[in-house]
């Protein structure tokens, strides 16, 4: 239970934390657990490494800005924290099987604005 409320933890900060930049370090340094526990007892727990997660976070949040704000892809991508805007497409992409641009067009089709 320990374990899993670590990970709870984790997650939560995560989810408040997305748009900054994280590194695995700072994560094992927070939560008072070696790096490779860390991410050991993260896989187990959510089925996905902490990069996946946080990938995944920060994609969900792109979709909402994409489709509800008229801010621009490299605005976008900087927000949810991605500081290289090329990075951002490629997980955007890697994630959701679109580009940034295409899923605005999507997200968008049949909304009046």
Do not use: W
Not at 38 to 46: A, D, I, Q, R, S
Not at 70 to 98: A, C, Q, W, Y
């Amino acid at each position: 239970a320990e374990g899993e409320d670590r990970i709870m933890n984790a997650i939560g900060y995560l989810h408040k934390n997305y748009s900054d930049k994280i590194t695995l370090d700072e994560l094992s340094t927070r939560f008072f657990v070696s790096k490779y526990y860390l991410c050991h007892e993260f896989k187990k727990y959510t089925n996905c490494t902490i990069i996946q997660y946080i990938n995944n976070l920060r994609v969900s949040h792109a979709q909402k800005l994409l489709e509800e704000t008229d801010k621009s892809i490299t605005e976008i991508s900087m927000l949810v924290g991605f500081p290289n805007v090329t990075h951002f497409n490629r997980v955007f992409r890697l994630v959701t099987g679109k580009s940034p641009t295409q899923s605005r067009k999507l997200l968008r089709k049949g909304k009046t604005l």
